[in-house]
C-alpha cells in the first residue's frame, strides 16, 4: 500500500498553518465576554453559519460509519443524509423562537419555556451523552483513519495511533479554549470546503479506477442502490434470532422490517438533533439575526446532501474494486479467504481509497480533509459542552458572575473536555465494539428531547409538569434499554436466557424501542399538561405558536425572500429526486 510521499506531508503541514493561522487571528480579535466567546457575538453570516453546521456534523465516524455502510449495505443508510429537510424545520419553523428569545442554550429556551428544573436534567444528559458518545465515537473513527493512513510510529512506547490522536486533540483544544464559537465556526468554514473537495476526489478517482458510474452499478447489483431494502441479511427473515452488524451499528429484531423505523423513528431523531441539540443550533444562535440564520440552515441542507455521494458511493466503489479484483490492496484488507467481504474490516473502506487511488499530492489535500473531518466534530463538542456547563450550571446557580469570569470558566471546562478526550483514548483503543454500540444511544436518549420541544413549541397548553414527566419518563426507559444492552455489547459471552424479559428488550430493534419512548413521552407531556393548571400566558408569550404577537409575526415575514424560499423547495426536490433514484 502506497505511504504518504514528502509533498503530501508539506500539504497537511501547510493545511494545519492555515487552521492555526486563522484560529491566531480569531483568537485576536475582542473576546472577552459570554456573547463573544460562546455565541460569536452573535455576529455569524449564513455561509459560516451553515459550513459550520455540516462540518460539525460531519465527523471522522461518517468517513468511517457511512463509507463501511457503503461497502456492506450500500445506499441503505442515505435515510440518515436524506434528512436535510429537518434543517429547513430547523431555519423555518423553530430559529424564529430562538432568536427571539435570546438564549445561550437549548436548555436555556426549556426553562424559559417550561423551568428551571427542565433546564438542568437537560444540560445533564445532554453533558454525559456527548462525552460518552460524540468523543469517544469520534476519537475511536479518527484511530481507524489513523490506523490506515499514517506510518507505523514509536515515539516513547505510543503508536501512530496515540500520536495522531493526542496532536489532534490538543491542537483542536488549544484554539477551541482561547478562540470560543468564533473560532470554531471560522475553522470549520474552511474545513468544509477542504473536507467536501477532497472527498469529491476520492469519488472521482475511485469511480475512474472502478472503470466509471455503470460499471459501479453492474458490480454492485440493483440491490446496494435500493434505499428500501430490508438490513435483514438474507435467510434470517421471520426469525428471533438477533443479528448484529458493525456498519449498520444496531441490534436487529429480525421479524421487523428496518425501513418502517427509517420512516416513522428517524425522523424523530433526525429533528431532535438537527433542531434542538446545542451541538447544531448553538451556530444559529451566533447568527448576526433570523435571516441569516436562515439562510444559514438552507446551506446547511444543500451541503447535507453531499454525503451521499462522497462518503457513501466511495465506500461501495472500494466493495466493487474489492469483490472484482481490480485492486488487490484493497482485496486484501476487506475480504476473506474465500473473496467474501469481512464485515468488520469494511470500516476501513474510505482511508483504504484514500491510500491507494489517489495520486500523490492529492492524497495529502484528501487526508488534511480527513484531520478536518475530526478536528471540526471534536471542536464543536468542545465548544457546546463549555457552553452547557458554564451557562446551564456555573452562571445558574452563581447568578452575578461577571462577563470575563463566565469565559474563564468557559475555558477552563473547554479544557476539561480535553482532558476527557485524552483519557478516552485507551477506552476506545481497546474496545471495538463499543463504537457501533453507541450510536443506539441518540435512539434512547432523543425522543423524550424531541417530545418537550416540538410539543411545547407547537401546542401552548403544554406545561412544565408535563415536561417534567416526558423527560422523566422517557429518559428512565431509555437509561434501562442502555444499562440491559450494557453487557451484551461488551461482553462476547454474555447472554440473556432467550425468551426471557431482559432478552426481548435487548433484541427488540433499537429504532422500535425509541418510537415506544417517544409514545410513551408524549402521552405524559399531554396527560399530565392536561390534568393540570395551564402555564401562565404571560410566562410563554413568543415561546410558542399561538403566543406570537403581530409584530413579532411581521418581523419574522420581513426576514425571508422569494429566493429563501425557492433554495428550501429546491433542497426538497433533491431529496425526493434522490430517493426515486435509489430504489434499486
Not at 322 to 340: K, N
Not at 416 to 432: D, F, Y
Not at 448 to 458: K, R
Request: glycine share 10%; with cysteine.
Amino acid at each position: 500500500m502506497t505511504v504518504l510521499a514528502t509533498i503530501d506531508w508539506i500539504i497537511i503541514l501547510l493545511y494545519f498553518t492555515l487552521i492555526l493561522g486563522i484560529a491566531w487571528w480569531v483568537i485576536r480579535q475582542k473576546n472577552d465576554s459570554s456573547d463573544e466567546y460562546f455565541l460569536a457575538g452573535r455576529n455569524l453570516g449564513w455561509f459560516v453559519v451553515g459550513a459550520s453546521i455540516f462540518a460539525s456534523n460531519i465527523g471522522s465516524e461518517h468517513l468511517v460509519g457511512l463509507a463501511g455502510s457503503g461497502a456492506t449495505d450500500g445506499v441503505a443508510l442515505a435515510h440518515y443524509e436524506l434528512h436535510a429537510w429537518c434543517l429547513l424545520v430547523l431555519g423555518w419553523v423553530l430559529a424564529p423562537f430562538y432568536m427571539r428569545s435570546r438564549v445561550f442554550t437549548m436548555p436555556e429556551f426549556l426553562e424559559r419555556r417550561f423551568s428551571g428544573t427542565a433546564r438542568v436534567i437537560l444540560s445533564l444528559i445532554s453533558l454525559v451523552a456527548y462525552v460518552l458518545t460524540k468523543i469517544a465515537v469520534g476519537i475511536f473513527a479518527g484511530g481507524i483513519v489513523f490506523g490506515v493512513l499514517m506510518p507505523e510510529i514509536s515515539f516513547m512506547g505510543l503508536d501512530s495511533f496515540w500520536i495522531g490522536s493526542i496532536l489532534v486533540i490538543i491542537l483542536t483544544g488549544v484554539y477551541t479554549i482561547l478562540g470560543g464559537l468564533k473560532a470554531v465556526a471560522y475553522t470549520e468554514s474552511i474545513q468544509t470546503v477542504i473536507l467536501i473537495f477532497g472527498s469529491i476526489l476520492v469519488t472521482y478517482y475511485g469511480l475512474d479506477a472502478l472503470g466509471g458510474w455503470g460499471e459501479l452499478r453492474r458490480i454492485a447489483g440493483s440491490e446496494m442502490f435500493n434505499l428500501w431494502k430490508p438490513l435483514v441479511p438474507e435467510g434470517m427473515e421471520g426469525t428471533w434470532a438477533p443479528v448484529r452488524t458493525d456498519t449498520t451499528m444496531a441490534w436487529y429484531f429480525n421479524a421487523n422490517y428496518p425501513w418502517l423505523g427509517m420512516l416513522f423513528c428517524a425522523p424523530i431523531i433526525g429533528l431532535w438533533y438537527w433542531c434542538t441539540d446545542q451541538y447544531i443550533v448553538q451556530r444559529t444562535l451566533g447568527a448576526a439575526n433570523l435571516s441569516e440564520a436562515r439562510r444559514g440552515t438552507i446551506a446547511a441542507a444543500l451541503l447535507k446532501l453531499l454525503p451521499v455521494f462522497i462518503f457513501i458511493i466511495p465506500g461501495m466503489i472500494a466493495f466493487a474494486l474489492a469483490i472484482s479484483g481490480r485492486m488487490d490492496s484493497i482485496a486484501t484488507e476487506m475480504l476473506d479467504g474465500q473473496g467474501r467481504l469481512v464485515t468488520a474490516n469494511a470500516q476501513q473502506a474510505f482511508p483504504l481509497l484514500v491510500a491507494t487511488v489517489l495520486p500523490t499530492g492529492i492524497r495529502g489535500l484528501v487526508v488534511a480533509g480527513l484531520l478536518a473531518a475530526l478536528m471540526s466534530s471534536l471542536a464543536g463538542v468542545f465548544n457546546a459542552s463549555s457552553t452547557l456547563f458554564t451557562m446551564d450550571f456555573y452562571n445558574k446557580f452563581r447568578p452575578g458572575t461577571s462577563e470575563q469570569n463566565l469565559v474563564r470558566i468557559g475555558r477552563i471546562a473547554t479544557a476539561a473536555m480535553v482532558i476527557i478526550g485524552l483519557a478516552w483514548i485507551p477506552v476506545i483503543q481497546g474496545s471495538r465494539g463499543l463504537y457501533d454500540y453507541l450510536q443506539s444511544v441518540q435512539g434512547y436518549l432523543a425522543p423524550p428531547i424531541f417530545v418537550v420541544f416540538f410539543f411545547g413549541i407547537f401546542f401552548k397548553r403544554m406545561n412544565a409538569k408535563g415536561a417534567l414527566a416526558a423527560l422523566g419518563i422517557g429518559f428512565a426507559m431509555g437509561l434501562f434499554r442502555l444499562v440491559v444492552d450494557t453487557p451484551v455489547a461488551l461482553s462476547q459471552g454474555f447472554a440473556y436466557p432467550e425468551g426471557s424479559f431482559l432478552w426481548i428488550v435487548n433484541n427488540t430493534f433499537f429504532q422500535y424501542y425509541s418510537l415506544l419512548i417517544f409514545l410513551v413521552s408524549a402521552t405524559a407531556m399531554v396527560g399530565v399538561s392536561y390534568a393540570t393548571a395551564p402555564p401562565p400566558l404571560e410566562k410563554i408569550q413568543g415561546l410558542a405558536f399561538g403566543m406570537v404577537s403581530a409584530e413579532d409575526r411581521a418581523e419574522v415575514k420581513s426576514s425571508y425572500s422569494r429566493a429563501d424560499v425557492l433554495w428550501s423547495v429546491l433542497v426538497v426536490v433533491l431529496i425526493l429526486i434522490a430517493y426515486v433514484y435509489f430504489s434499486g
